[in-house]
């Protein structure tokens, strides 16, 4: 089943339920404005129940990009993570509804994508203390799970780490309250050949459980100040799932990026890589950054995203930008071409999103700024590591070094890595790891 297919099919489900179908939003929003919209709409949905005039009823069903700064690092290093992903979600108003939700979701998931149920597992919130209020656990939503027809032994409680959802602060770290509450899961279980040992279940980073569907349950917000639960005037319930991670599992696919929508983009960006001797999974990881980046760049820029700069939005515009160019040296890629070649095939593979050249122009545009830029800070590292060499009398370098020109002189670790593989030397890698931990920690000191 190809992604397109998989929201209408979110949408229609939640449409015969009694849901009013919203627009896209665009990911950028005047309302948080040292951040991208990072949730399913939520955004959009608050700014209709501000205008009353707006709001036909209690329920609302929208397919909304999103996109994650702080997923950023995650991705390449295995299947599931991406910075820009396709969210549907539907959003239910009041102060019940936990049992229909859950029903809801196992319909969906079930009888409108037709996933397994022998393959199904399912979290909740087993009760927890949430900054200083001790909140009971959710035996009704655990209970509707036993009713749909899992069995106990499948139904899960991951603590309030894992099933008790705040919203985030945003890039600037500001906010004075934020709205949380419980959440449930659905996870596909790809079978014991991916478990990480007898005691494997949802939750576990093996690989082995993918959650493709959360409902959060929205009844709180935390007081800033106090750091206490305040009931909300409108709660609400929400259910999402990641349209990748479905596409993945009803293709059958080791990875999001294997699915039909990105394994175009992947393809494209390989033909271009000219490296030798290094470990294929560098390689793969590499492809599929290039493709998240590259991919998150223009469906920002089509909402308005800044050009690259140093805070806020620009940020993240710039690190996205740099992330690309270094996975792009690292692989060899030289030509001219590149760049505009893959945003071709990323504009063919998103049907929702309208091919604008002027879009591509000005992602080009940002991109080639950046490029100029980075290059120059490359260099001067590449000098300074050679010189390095020299004084280190043929030892390679160490992870303190290492660390040093990646945050003082600006050049990559992955860089440096590639540069000490070609004249055969080592990379220290726990050790550069082990530096890298102790710069940080020194940052939080001086804060």
Not at 9 to 23: C, D, I, Q
Not at 165 to 193: A, H, M
Not at 280 to 309: F, N, Q
Not at 312 to 328: D, N
Request: aromatic share 10%.
């Amino acid at each position: 089943m190809k992604s397109i297919e998989i929201t209408r099919r979110f949408v229609e489900f939640y449409k015969s339920h009694g849901y009013s179908e919203l627009p896209r939003a665009p990911m950028l929003d005047d309302s948080i404005p040292m951040s991208f919209v990072m949730s399913a709409g939520l955004v959009q949905v608050e700014q209709s129940l501000a205008n009353q005039n707006a709001r036909d009823g209690n329920r609302y069903v929208l397919v909304q990009d999103c996109f994650r700064h702080f997923d950023l690092n995650s991705v390449g290093k295995d299947n599931l993570h991406l910075s820009i992903f396709e969210m549907p979600g539907a959003f239910m108003f009041g102060p019940n509804g936990k049992v229909d939700t859950v029903k809801r979701m196992w319909t969906l998931a079930t009888s409108i994508f037709g996933i397994d149920k022998r393959r199904l597992w399912a979290s909740y919130f087993g009760g927890g203390r949430v900054r200083n209020t001790h909140l009971p656990a959710e035996d009704d939503v655990y209970e509707a799970w036993l009713d749909v027809g899992l069995s106990p032994d499948r139904v899960v409680n991951l603590g309030v780490e894992g099933n008790y959802w705040v919203q985030g602060k945003g890039i600037d770290g500001v906010g004075s309250t934020r709205k949380c509450g419980p959440n449930s899961e659905l996870f596909y279980d790809r079978g014991e050949e991916y478990s990480c040992g007898v005691h494997c279940q949802p939750g576990c980073k093996c690989g082995r459980f993918v959650e493709f569907s959360n409902s959060l349950f929205i009844r709180y917000e935390i007081d800033g100040e106090c750091d206490g639960l305040i009931p909300i005037s409108d709660p609400f319930s929400e259910t999402v799932i990641g349209t990748e991670r479905v596409a993945m599992i009803l293709q059958g696919e080791e990875s999001v990026f294997d699915i039909r929508s990105y394994s175009p983009i992947i393809d494209t960006i390989h033909h271009f890589v000219d490296i030798e001797g290094v470990d294929d999974a560098l390689i793969i990881a590499s492809e599929r950054v290039i493709a998240d980046h590259l991919k998150a760049l223009y469906l920002l820029v089509a909402d308005g995203a800044p050009p690259p700069g140093k805070d806020g939005r620009q940020r993240i515009i710039k690190l996205l930008i740099r992330g690309v160019i270094t996975r792009q040296l690292f692989l060899g890629i030289k030509s001219r071409n590149f760049i505009l070649a893959v945003l071709d095939r990323i504009a063919e593979e998103s049907p929702k999103v309208k091919h604008d050249l002027i879009v591509q122009k000005r992602v080009e545009e940002y991109y080639w700024d950046q490029y100029n830029r980075f290059a120059r800070t490359v260099d001067r590292g590449q000098a300074k590591l050679l010189k390095i060499l020299e004084r280190n009398h043929g030892e390679t370098l160490s992870g303190a070094q290492i660390v040093d020109l990646e945050k003082v002189v600006g050049l990559p670790s992955l860089l440096t890595a590639k540069i000490l593989w070609e004249r055969g030397l080592q990379f220290q890698e726990q050790e550069y790891k082990n530096q890298l931990r102790q710069w940080k920690s020194s940052l939080l000191v001086r804060e």
